[in-house]
Nanobody
Framework: QVQLVESGGGLVQPGGSLRLSCATS????????MGWYRQAPGKQRELVAR???????SYADSVTGRFTISRDNAKNTVYLQMNSLKPEDTAVYYC???????????????WGQGTQVTVSS
């Protein structure tokens, strides 16, 4: 059974930094694109950043220049380095991945359970 497990969320002051991690578990055959989304209270879930298997990246305009997405293909793990955090970055952050596994060899889309990021003084 494939799972995505996020870690690294928490409470940080404005201007601070956090690093989120998302590890995969299960017998993974291949991981295609991975990404981070977020959902603030009363708002729709939105894309924060995505990274392809070859390292190509894309970002939401609101985080460009402050957030950096990266991945470790050997560990099937994706990271999100968040700098210069603002109160409007407060949300639950979700990991997302397109991957194939031993139990499901067709590419499927998976979500993590989410990790809370709160930016407040």
């Amino acid at each position: 059974q494939v799972q995505l497990v996020e870690s690294g969320g928490g409470l940080v002051q404005p201007g601070g930094s956090l690093r989120l991690s998302c590890a995969t578990s299960g017998i993974i055959l291949s991981v295609n694109s991975m990404g981070w989304y977020r959902q603030a209270p009363g708002k729709q879930r939105e894309l924060v950043a995505r990274i392809t298997s070859r390292g190509g990246t894309s970002y939401a305009d609101s985080v460009t220049g402050r957030f950096t997405i990266s991945r470790d293909n050997a560990k099937n793990t994706v990271y999100l380095q968040m700098n210069s955090l603002k109160p409007e970055d407060t949300a639950v952050y979700y990991c997302n991945a397109d991957l194939t596994s031993l139990l499901e060899p067709r590419t499927q889309n998976y979500w993590g359970q989410g990790t809370q990021v709160t930016v407040s003084s």
